[in-house]
C-alpha cells in the first residue's frame, strides 16, 4: 500500500520556522513530481511549492524566498522548510506525489495533512 505520511507542524510565533516532513512507503519518491499545499479555512486548497522528476523546485509567490522544498532520496521523504512565517501561512498543509505507475499512468497519493498555525 502507497501512503505519504506527514509529520511536523504545530504552533509557531510570526517571524519563526517550522519543518514539515513526508515519508513514503510502498513506493519510490525519487524521479516523481511532488508537491506541497496547503490549505485555510474558507479557501481553496493551493499548490505552494513544487519538486520536478528532475529535482527543479518551483514556488508560489506568496511563499517565494520564504519557504524551501527538498527531497532526500535515501530516506525516501521530501520536507517543506518553512521560515519567517507570517499569520497568513497559517492552514493545513500538504504533501502530494504523482507516482508513475508500471507499466503506464501515474498514481497520486496525498499525505493525511498537518495544521500549522502562526501567531501574530
Known amino acids: 500500500q502507497v501512503q505519504l505520511v506527514q509529520s511536523g507542524g504545530g504552533f509557531v510565533q510570526a517571524g519563526g520556522s517550522l519543518r514539515l516532513s513526508c515519508a513514503a512507503s510502498g513506493t519510490s519518491l525519487s524521479g516523481n513530481l511532488i508537491g506541497w499545499y496547503r490549505q485555510a479555512p474558507g479557501k481553496q486548497r493551493e499548490l505552494i511549492a513544487e519538486i520536478s522528476g528532475g529535482g527543479s523546485t518551483n514556488y508560489a509567490g506568496s511563499v517565494k524566498g520564504r519557504f524551501s522544498a527538498s527531497r532526500d532520496n535515501y530516506a525516501n521523504a521530501v520536507y517543506l522548510q518553512m521560515n519567517n512565517m507570517e499569520p497568513e501561512d497559517s492552514a493545513v498543509y500538504y504533501c502530494?506525489?504523482?507516482?508513475?505507475?508500471?507499466?503506464?499512468?501515474?498514481?497520486?497519493?496525498w499525505g493525511q495533512g498537518t495544521p500549522v498555525t502562526v501567531s501574530s
Open positions: 502530494y506525489a504523482k507516482i508513475r505507475a508500471v507499466p503506464s499512468g501515474y498514481l497520486e497519493v
